[in-house]
């Protein structure tokens, strides 16, 4: 029998942390590739090591986690049903309480609660950003953390503040370690999202980040390119003027930017008074 030695513990905590593991999602481990032999087609045989008699991935004995796994909704289904539950939200509380209730997504397992807006659902501009950070998940509201309060300071330099405009995240959960949400996961948030805009309905749109920009906006170019230049977001009703400047906790890691965000913030507040 191996004796618990606490600094092996110490280290073995330490590495997981470094590697962005920090939530905690059940006592046992799960094999998450279960799910993966479950999806074989008839007559397939998983991969061997995968199958091996009496290993940890013997469906018939898989961990009560993986059928959680597997109560995830394949891929297109979820993005389908996201589009259906989206479209039945007849305003901003509705679909905040919609995507309360939504199992399609696997961020929800992980983050501690939903992070859907922040700010004055009928401001004329509304900024969004990529997804919740740490600070995000634990209070509950976007943009709370320290890339959140130097938002306000610029905010504040265009004489703007929580009051005066709306804000929000593609992806409403916290990915795990702040990870970067994957293609999949933000496909089904996209919906999601699209609904919002459409429901708050603002003069202007501002994307934070690009993550943000390429999303909404379907913009490749570097953010460096495509910042401070006006496009059209489609709500699918109508136009609103959209722009995309670079994410606040790019410019807390790179000061020099802040020139041309603030130049960015000088336009919009242009456009916000002509
Ligand atoms: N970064 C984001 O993109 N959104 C937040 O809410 C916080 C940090």
Partial sequence: MTSFDPRKARELLDFYLDSGVETLVGETPVMRFAAATMALPAGKDPPRAMAAPGSSVDLARAAPGARQANALPAPE?????????????????ELRAIL??????GLKATATQLV????????RLMLVGEAP??????????????????LDRMLAAIGLDRSSVYIANVVPWRPPGNREPSPHETAICLPFIRRQIELCDPEILVCLGKPSMQTLLEINDPISKARGRWFSYHTGKREIRAMATFHPAFLLRSPLQKRLAWRDFLAIKKALDG
């Fill in 100 to 105: 309360d209730r939504f199992e399609g997504c």
């Fill in 116 to 123: 859907f807006a922040d700010g004055n659902p009928s401001a």
């Fill in 77 to 93: 289904e979820a993005v389908m049903a996201a589009r259906e539950a989206a479209k039945s939200a007849a305003t901003l509380d």
């Fill in 133 to 150: 950070g740490r600070d995000e998940d634990i209070e509950g509201r976007p943009f709370v953390g320290r890339s959140g309060k130097l």
